[in-house]
């Protein structure tokens, strides 16, 4: 009587297992998994740099404005002049006290009117002197339109939640330094963490940014000052 032998089945001969495959699966979806968080954070890192730079370019914009208008500018190194503009909108002149008279009134009226825009009055410059040739102050006038625009048209319309900071810190007469205005902007940013630990520290600091004026931090309120001289 012959006995049949069965064939030996070896290692390499049985293929996968459904725990292998699993295996496989799950060290492919992660891998997936990694490669979207990347992505994601190279649009929000991309989205920050075009913000940044917008803010940069804005600041050397306005600088631009006071440049063409150093008559109104320049003056005011005597007794120093600060505009403070809010995320909503709001305009306040601290300095000098009392501010130059109408400039406020003035400067929140253009913003005012900016807002839809293109503005539907015209043609003077400045909301308070709306006719058809501006009467006097056009110096002023022309600064609180400058401003106004600069906000209200660029800075409001591309960064998020912008707050503007305008100060010419007083010159002395007998000071021969030349009057210098720092202009900062202030925003938001919301960017992509890395891990929950950055997220946590990212939220936090988000609450203290809109809790706090004129806060700032790496990630959250970024500020830039550009120092002009008019």
Same mark, same amino acid.
């Given at each position: 009587m012959l006995m049949k032998h069965k064939p030996k089945v070896t290692a390499h001969g049985r293929?996968?297992?459904?725990?292998?495959?699993?295996?496989?699966? *799950? !060290?492919?979806?992660? &891998?997936?998994?990694?490669?979207?968080?990347?992505?994601a954070m190279s649009l929000s890192n991309s989205t920050l740099s075009r913000q940044r730079a917008i803010a940069a370019i804005q600041a050397a914009s306005l600088a631009s404005s006071m440049h063409s208008n150093r008559n109104f500018w320049g003056a005011?190194?005597?007794?120093?002049?600060?505009? *403070? !503009?809010?995320?909503? &909108?709001?305009?306040?002149v601290p300095l000098p006290n009392p501010a130059p008279a109408n400039f406020q009134a003035t400067l929140a009226a253009d913003i005012a009117l900016f807002k839809p825009f293109p503005p539907p009055q015209g043609p003077c410059v400045g909301n308070l002197s709306a006719v058809a040739a501006c009467p006097n102050n056009l110096g002023q006038d022309l600064a609180a339109f400058d401003v106004a625009r600069w906000y209200s048209v660029a800075v409001a319309n591309l960064l998020p939640?912008?707050?503007?900071?305008?100060?010419c810190k007083p010159v002395g007469v007998t000071t021969l330094a030349p009057a210098s205005f720092p202009t900062t902007i202030n925003w938001t940013e919301k960017s992509v963490a890395a891990n929950t630990q950055q997220a946590t520290t990212e939220s936090t600091q988000a609450v203290q940014c809109n809790a706090v004026a004129n806060a700032s931090s790496a990630t959250e309120c970024p500020s830039l000052t550009l120092y002009v001289e008019p």
């Amino acid at each position: 009587m012959l006995m049949k032998h069965k064939p030996k089945v070896t290692a390499h001969g049985r293929g996968f297992s459904l725990i292998e495959v699993m295996v496989a699966v *799950v !060290i492919i979806c992660i &891998g997936l998994l990694g490669i979207a968080k990347l992505q994601a954070m190279s649009l929000s890192n991309s989205t920050l740099s075009r913000q940044r730079a917008i803010a940069a370019i804005q600041a050397a914009s306005l600088a631009s404005s006071m440049h063409s208008n150093r008559n109104f500018w320049g003056a005011q190194a005597s007794l120093g002049l600060e505009i *403070v !503009i809010a995320a909503n &909108g709001t305009v306040s002149v601290p300095l000098p006290n009392p501010a130059p008279a109408n400039f406020q009134a003035t400067l929140a009226a253009d913003i005012a009117l900016f807002k839809p825009f293109p503005p539907p009055q015209g043609p003077c410059v400045g909301n308070l002197s709306a006719v058809a040739a501006c009467p006097n102050n056009l110096g002023q006038d022309l600064a609180a339109f400058d401003v106004a625009r600069w906000y209200s048209v660029a800075v409001a319309n591309l960064l998020p939640n912008a707050q503007a900071d305008i100060y010419c810190k007083p010159v002395g007469v007998t000071t021969l330094a030349p009057a210098s205005f720092p202009t900062t902007i202030n925003w938001t940013e919301k960017s992509v963490a890395a891990n929950t630990q950055q997220a946590t520290t990212e939220s936090t600091q988000a609450v203290q940014c809109n809790a706090v004026a004129n806060a700032s931090s790496a990630t959250e309120c970024p500020s830039l000052t550009l120092y002009v001289e008019p």
